[in-house]
């Protein structure tokens, strides 16, 4: 029930994640790295659902700008250079971090409606820019992407967010044409670290909960049809504040449970 309702948030709103982290780590035996698994199966079992929200809103989708394809690679990169982070870093740091990233996030989740509102208002300088940005900005949007997508592949809550900031800061476009490149990115970002959580589990260089990923994948894709379809039809301002009420809560677990 948790992976499908965090799957249809994540669809509908984003932060998913936060409900399906703690409640891994509350279900997994007690031990050092149990935060560490449950941060990796929480990602393995949630891929399946975006994959699933992505599928019923191809109909939707709007074609990606040219220059949103230069943003792949730093974002898979840095994807990966996070995701090897949480498998090389010691799981103490980790769990020290946890209440920090939880309530990041939940901050995050906050301001979205905030964010998307600034986002609207701003306008491209010039008409051309958000069509062909010029070299020196899209360098700086490829350096900023690489930072996001290292928290991605580390944390990710929130990343989402994060990309509309960037993207939005540097006058890339409007709040529309945003969103459908930071839903590519994250995608992508989602899918490195994924591959590479299960692969390092594989070779022994992380754990992966496997039956709990096998039920959450499953519970993940109903979640993830289920939301797209329900996405307009609810109030995504209303899911994000409920997202980031529970966030708080979670982090003031974390800090002083």
């Not at 208002?121 to 930072?147: I, K, M, Y």
């Not at 692969?199 to 990923?213: H, K, M, N």
Request: aromatic residues 8%.
């Amino acid at each position: 029930v948790v992976t499908a309702s965090a799957s249809a948030i994540n669809s509908v709103a984003g932060g998913g994640t936060i409900l399906t982290f703690p409640a891994l780590a509350a279900i997994l035996p007690h031990g050092p790295t149990q935060l560490v698994i449950a941060n990796v199966t929480s990602k393995i079992g949630l891929w399946p659902g975006a994959l699933a929200a992505a599928w019923e809103y191809r109909h939707e989708r709007r074609d990606q700008p040219p220059w949103a394809v230069w943003l792949l690679l730093p974002s898979l990169v840095g994807s990966l250079l996070g995701t090897a982070l949480v498998m090389v870093l010691p799981p103490a740091l980790f769990e020290r971090l946890v209440p920090w990233l939880i309530l990041l996030a939940a901050v995050l989740f906050a301001m979205q409606p905030r964010l998307s509102g600034w986002l609207g208002r701003q306008q491209p300088t010039a008409a051309e820019r958000a069509d062909r940005p010029s070299r020196r900005l899209l360098v700086l949007a490829a350096g900023l992407q690489f930072a996001v997508a290292v928290y991605g592949g580390y944390f990710g809550a929130g990343i989402g967010i994060l990309m509309l900031a960037v993207l939005g800061s540097l006058e890339l476009g409007d709040i529309h044409l945003l969103n459908g490149v930071k839903n590519v990115l994250g995608m992508a970002i989602n899918a490195a670290a994924t591959v590479l959580f299960a692969l390092g589990s594989l070779f022994g260089w992380t754990e992966v909960a496997w039956p709990e990923a096998a039920v959450m994948a499953v519970a993940a894709v109903a979640g993830g049809l289920a939301g797209g379809r329900l996405a307009r039809r609810c109030s995504p301002k209303a899911i994000r504040r409920l997202v980031a009420v529970i966030g708080f809560a979670l982090a003031g677990y974390h800090f002083f449970g």
